[in-house]
């Protein structure tokens, strides 16, 4: 039986959260706007209005739909293109991550690198 690793996440502001051992958060519901902008730092990212645009959509289609959007749509509600995002965060899955979400699964994670 595989035995999950739960580790303890504290942002610049002091907050707990508790994220499995990738870095995804565990209970999206506790994300705030500090663990996002403790996250990015930690890779060097400062996050502007666009960064937050995008979080702000797969967030809210996240909690709409409780799945992964498809990451074209994204790109398109939010006025990018695919390189945009890649150059804002590097990769779909540091977005996710940055955004607090729940590891969305083994497939997923290879379609979003």
């Known amino acids: 039986m595989l035995q999950a690793t739960y580790l303890a996440y504290v942002d610049e502001s002091g907050h707990y959260f508790v994220i499995d051992e990738n870095g995804f958060m565990l209970d999206p519901s506790q ?3 500090e663990f996002s902008i403790s996250k990015a730092r930690e890779i060097g990212i400062t996050l ?3 960064h ?3 979080i702000g959509f797969i967030r809210d289609k996240f ?4 799945s992964l959007p498809p990451m074209r ?3 398109k509600a939010a006025g990018f293109d695919k390189h945009e995002l890649k150059n804002q965060f590097g990769s779909c899955i540091v ?3 940055i955004a607090g979400l729940p590891d ?6 290879t379609y979003m690198n």
């Open 31 to 33: 994300w705030s706007r």
């Open 104 to 109: 969305p699964g083994e497939e997923a994670r």
């Open 73 to 75: 749509s994204v790109c």
């Open 52 to 54: 937050w645009d995008l």
């Open 63 to 66: 909690v709409k739909f409780g």
């Open 48 to 50: 502007t209005d666009s």
């Open 95 to 97: 977005l996710w991550k």
